[in-house]
């Protein structure tokens, strides 16, 4: 692993216990230029480890409750007159930040859910004729509890697409737990968090990635796997363009973090679960055959050929 991503998952896993794939899952969505739904039960830790990923990079670090009454202009901003010079000026909203955690996002009105996933489209905001760019880099990590529905707006399908990546924190092992017990008996390990990385790393650091090596058949892959989804019977609707250029980009990171220039069918299958299953829509077959899109999406990926090196 590259050292400077090891030194940034051995701080996160201070706060987090065993949960090293999912660490590294935000960290390959962080150099993807991309924004992460995590969506799992209560108490598994999605808001803690958000906050550990953010707190341990020289970044502003924003958390917003959504909630029904937040408006759009809690996320945005709004512009006020100036009662001395009556002229309009901008007051920053939560989203004018490095990583914003949105927590519990389907909790927000469909109105101020639109203004957020406009900003993660854009990497800007618009108001009143003026636009104002988000600081680089810019990441909205959202959480969302997918058991307790009551009073919830359900993300579009064509939203969740917004959201490069969607993971699972799951629960730990006995062992795991009583790791937590230990850790948290005395003191909250969040608050000691260090600082490991500057955001002018970070910036390097995607550069690199960026440069990754991707061959011909590697990207014939990506595109066996996406175009399978679409004629899949299991699927109703399939993973779009956008999801190609989400599992290159994603592939490509995820070899860097692994310290490796070059991108292996391995990487691409790695990714393509949190990369595809929330993009698609199993087809009443598909519901019937699978308990969640995560399994659907591995079954796809298992009949699609592995090009040889």
Do not use: W
């Not at 799992?40 to 020289?58: E, F, N, W």
């Not at 202009?73 to 949105?102: K, W």
């Amino acid at each position: 692993m590259n050292e400077e991503i090891r030194k940034l998952v051995d701080n996160v896993e201070k706060v987090i216990v065993g949960k090293t794939d999912v660490i590294v899952n935000v960290i390959t969505a962080l150099l993807s230029g991309g924004h992460v739904l995590i969506e799992d039960v209560p108490g598994v830790g999605k808001t803690q480890l958000v906050s550990a990923v953010a707190r341990s990079m020289d970044g502003k670090f924003n958390r917003i409750q959504l909630t029904p009454d937040i408006m759009p202009s809690d996320i945005v901003g709004f512009s006020m007159i100036n009662p001395q010079t009556r002229q309009f000026e901008y007051h920053q909203g939560v989203a004018m930040c490095n990583f914003l955690l949105a927590d519990e996002i389907n909790r927000a009105s469909p109105k101020a859910q639109s203004s957020l996933l406009e900003i993660m489209e854009e990497y800007q905001i618009s108001l009143d004729g003026n636009t104002y760019k988000l600081p680089e880099p810019f990441m909205t990590l959202a959480t969302q509890n997918p058991v307790e529905t009551y009073g919830t707006y359900h993300l579009p399908e064509a939203q969740m697409d917004r959201f490069l990546m969607r993971i699972t924190v799951g629960y730990p092992s006995k062992e795991q737990e009583m790791e937590i017990l230990n850790r948290m008996e005395h003191d909250q390990p969040i608050r000691d968090v260090e600082k490991v990385m500057d955001i002018q790393s970070v910036i390097r650091l995607r550069e690199q990635a960026e440069k990754t090596a991707v061959s011909d058949k590697i990207k014939n892959y990506i595109l066996d796997i996406v175009n399978t989804t679409r004629g899949s019977v299991f699927v109703k609707l399939g993973a779009s363009p956008r999801a190609s250029l989400a599992l290159m980009r994603s592939a490509k990171s995820y070899a860097f973090i692994c310290g490796r220039d070059f991108v292996t069918p391995d990487d691409v299958k790695r990714m393509t679960v949190p990369v595809l299953s929330h993009r698609l829509i199993l087809s009443p077959k598909g519901k019937a055959e699978f308990d969640d899109n995560d399994k659907a999406v591995r079954e796809i990926v298992s009949t699609v050929p592995v090009p040889t090196t």
